[in-house]
């Protein structure tokens, strides 16, 4: 594996750069160069944007068989959370009890450690979920 | 577009084959079907395999080329060609041989599919399979492909009110069915309670609403309409065989309790074969977890959306029931070598609809459904066939 499969990433990984289509509104994540909904109409207008970060939980699950890379986290929340941008994202939710997690409770994603490559390889990061504080 | 038959069937028993190879499977399966339309070498046209992912199995990319071999095809040069759709596989390759038969091209094609996944751990074996759905913005995050069943389940809990028992039974009904045939990897039947209290693999989802890995292989023979009968006493036609896409990531749909793609390529299916899923006796349907054959049996139209778990539950889909759900014991029980399953569901139709089915036989079967998944609905194939 190569180190630049990861790194050419980061734009979104890091500081979740998205686009919205200058057509309709409608945002991608990871960035798109056309819009699912306006097709030929959206070519060039595609504007990139930073997403806020915070949304809500779609779903979720506690995760106890892992691939390799996971072991020593498991058991670990993975949530679809919708963000407030209209787009939905999927990572793992940390800093909670599974019991506490909900469908609909607020999330912030946070920059965390993703994994690594192959032992002793580079490290990768991005996005996790942690409950916003009321 | 000319009539097509499946004038002959074959398959592997299912299972944890630890003394047959990827080749010896292809083989086994490919030559069972050819005997069974009594065929000769030179009469094949052309060779259509489904495999999802033997270049990681087994470290063995080309391998259309390599069944054409190991069947004793070699020397007849004819065209092998490959099908990847992920669990769509071998459905996929169906549909592929079906179109070069309907379209002229070809008169007479084998469809083959076939997994070999125990020759690698289980833990790396999941690990192929995920990737199945987006690796980069799923996968890579810790979303395994249970987990993203697992999170459709809780949503379909959520939304719909299903319980944790309707979907377990997908199991129980299932394992009982697969208990019927010679052919199915698991041939006990299980209680509600068995599901329920098995190890958590994501939550809500635990060891038995999940299908196991496996060896296996299937093939079926299809030849034109016309020629059938020179072959067989007993052709069954395809009526239809649709497919349909949607995003490979889950997160990018409007909604996670419905695959848009079975949707349209039922819709599409019915639409060509001028059917309604109420002329449907059976049906073998893509239970790569529980929750998906609820998804299923809803978004082919057999049951309204939300009312799965009840109907199965009450019994609509098992043996007897409404519709007969996956009397081969379904991906849950008669086993899920990848790129084989959708090869085996026809192969399943076609026994149902010759009457040779066996103590699993529906009575009466005249129109067989049979529908296989990619990933978490990227693709979907709805192949109906009937009694010719």
């Known amino acids: 594996m190569a180190t630049a499969r990861f790194w050419r990433e980061n734009p979104s990984r890091y500081n979740l750069k998205a686009v919205r289509c200058g057509n309709c509104g409608k945002v991608f994540f990871p960035p798109r160069a056309v819009c699912s909904v306006c097709h030929r109409k959206s070519i060039g207008k595609m504007q990139c944007m930073n997403l806020k970060g915070e949304g809500e939980v779609y779903s979720y699950t506690v995760v106890h068989e892992a691939p390799s890379q996971f072991e020593v986290l498991k058991p670990y929340v993975v949530a679809m959370v919708k963000m407030d941008e209209g787009v939905m994202l999927t990572s793992q939710l940390i800093d909670s009890d599974p019991k506490d997690v909900k469908i609909g409770m607020r999330v912030k994603t946070t920059l965390r450690r993703i994994g690594e490559d192959g032992p002793g390889g580079v490290i990768y990061y991005g996005y996790k979920f942690a409950p916003m504080k009321v | ?388």
């Open chain 2, 1 to 388: 577009m000319r009539e097509v038959a499946v004038i002959g069937i074959g398959d592997t028993k299912f299972g944890e084959l630890w003394d047959l190879s990827f080749r010896d499977l292809g083989m086994q399966a490919g030559l069972l079907a050819v005997n069974d339309a009594k065929l000769a070498a030179e009469d094949i046209d052309a060779l259509y395999v489904g495999n999802m992912s033997a270049g990681r199995f087994i470290e063995q990319e080309h391998v259309a080329a390599l069944i054409a071999d190991y069947s004793g095809l070699a020397r007849d040069n004819i065209p092998a060609t490959r099908i990847e759709a992920a669990g769509a596989s071998g459905g996929l390759a169906f549909r592929e041989g079906y179109l070069a038969v309907a379209s002229g091209m070809h008169d007479i094609v084998v469809v083959g599919g076939a997994e070999k996944m125990t020759d690698v751990g289980d833990v790396f074996a999941n690990e192929i399979q995920s990737s199945a759905a987006d690796t980069q913005w799923e996968v890579v995050f810790g979303a395994t492909f249970p987990a993203l069943h697992a999170m459709i389940a809780r949503r379909h809990m959520h939304e719909f009110g299903t319980t944790r028992e309707q979907i377990a039974q997908v199991a129980v009904k299932n394992h009982k069915h697969g208990a019927l045939n010679p052919k199915a990897q698991f041939q006990r039947e299980i209680e509600l309670s068995t599901v329920l209290k098995s190890p958590q693999v994501a939550e809500p989802l635990g060891v038995f609403d999940c299908a196991p890995l496996s060896d296996g292989a299937a093939a079926v023979v299809l030849c034109s309409m016309d020629k059938a009968r020179s072959y067989t006493t007993k052709p069954v036609r395809i009526v239809a065989s649709s497919q349909a896409s949607d995003t490979l990531a889950l997160h990018a749909r409007s909604s996670i309790t419905s695959f848009k793609s079975t949707q349209v390529a039922a819709r599409e299916a019915f639409r060509l074969a001028r059917k309604t899923p109420a002329d449907v006796q059976l049906a073998e349907v893509h239970d790569n977890f529980t929750i998906s054959e609820i998804l299923a049996i809803e978004d082919l139209g057999f049951f309204p959306k939300g009312q799965g778990g009840k109907a199965t539950m009450d019994g609509e889909t098992m043996l007897g029931g409404k519709v007969a759900v996956n009397t081969s014991g379904g991906l849950k029980a008669r086993g899920d070598p990848i790129g084989a399953t959708g090869v085996a569901q026809i192969v399943e139709i076609v026994q149902q609809l010759r009457g040779e089915a066996g103590r699993r036989q529906v009575p009466d079967a005249l129109l067989g459904l049979a529908h296989n998944v990619g990933g978490t609905g990227a693709t979907a194939v709805v192949s109906l066939l009937e009694v010719a």
